[in-house]
């Protein structure tokens, strides 16, 4: 079973300025300096403080369910629906991963709104999500570039609470990582904590891909990142 770890750099990132006002529903055309001023200084104190982990495990014995649209990892099914089956029924293997931005960033956040600041607040907030996904892109890429050694590929990530899966099967998915390296908490709603923390699946195999962007096939029409990371990809 092949098992990695990560630990990140948050120059690793390469998170800009540019890059969060747009999650902000901001562009070049009309950035305000305000803006730009609070979210440079969000992303210069979460250089400093955020302690970014990722990990992922291999797993060889899964089995998929065509009728019922699941796939079995190390004999826990899960219930992923038909959009993620679809994308990763021809997997021969799956890495299970979590990714984390730290405690840190989360209680910037929060501590900006207690004291009145709402607008900071949602900025450390916004910067933590980019922060988390930016990690779990890296360690995608890692990943993707260790099976093209052995002549496999790999799929998209999928978490738990898109196109169908219920998020409360993150219990099944922390079962298959026990005592995480990321030191992920699991509430028993299936929240984690730290907050800024993400869990998924990653088909892997000879016959499987990797989609360029997928928001097409996500059903979540109000995430405030639809199309986002599509563009992101192709710049």
């Known amino acids: 079973?092949?098992?990695?770890?990560?630990?990140?750099?948050?120059?690793?990132?390469?998170?800009?300025?540019?890059?969060?006002?747009?999650?902000?529903?901001y562009t070049e055309e009309n950035s305000e300096t305000h803006f730009?001023?609070?979210?440079?200084?969000?992303?210069k104190e979460a250089a400093e403080v955020c302690t970014i982990k990722a990990e992922y495990r291999i797993?060889?014995?899964?089995?998929?369910?065509?009728?019922?649209?699941?796939?079995?990892?190390?004999?826990?099914?899960?219930?992923?629906?038909?959009?993620?089956?679809?994308?990763?029924?021809?997997?021969?293997?799956?890495a299970i991963f979590l990714c984390t931005a730290g405690e840190e960033i989360g209680e910037m956040s929060r501590r900006a709104m207690k004291s009145g600041d709402l607008l900071e607040g949602y900025i450390y907030d916004v910067v933590g999500s980019e922060i988390v996904e930016a990690a779990a892109d890296l360690m995608q890429n890692d990943l993707e570039k260790s099976m093209a050694s052995s002549g496999t590929k790999i799929t998209n990530r999928f978490s738990p609470?898109?196109?169908?899966?219920?998020?409360?099967?993150?219990?099944?998915?922390?079962?298959?990582?026990?005592?995480?390296?990321?030191?992920?908490?699991?509430?028993?709603?299936?929240?984690?904590?730290?907050?800024?923390?993400?869990?998924?699946?990653i088909g892997i195999g000879k016959n499987v891909r990797h989609l360029p962007y997928t928001c097409n096939l996500c059903?979540?029409?109000?995430?405030?990142?639809?199309?986002?990371?599509?563009?992101?990809?192709?710049n």
């Not at 079973?1 to 529903?25: A, N, R």
């Open 1 to 25: 079973m092949i098992y990695k770890t990560f630990q990140f750099d948050f120059k690793d990132l390469k998170l800009t300025v540019s890059q969060i006002e747009k999650v902000l529903g």
């Open 36 to 43: 730009s001023e609070l979210i440079g200084k969000a992303l």
């Open 59 to 94: 797993f060889d014995d899964i089995l998929f369910n065509d009728p019922d649209k699941t796939v079995s990892v190390n004999n826990l099914t899960f219930d992923i629906k038909k959009i993620i089956y679809g994308q990763l029924k021809k997997s021969e293997s799956a």
């Open 161 to 201: 609470g898109y196109c169908g899966w219920d998020v409360s099967e993150q219990h099944k998915l922390f079962q298959l990582l026990p005592g995480t390296y990321c030191g992920i908490r699991l509430s028993a709603s299936a929240l984690m904590d730290p907050e800024k923390s993400i869990s998924g699946m």
């Open 219 to 234: 059903d979540m029409k109000d995430c405030i990142y639809r199309n986002l990371r599509s563009e992101k990809k192709k």
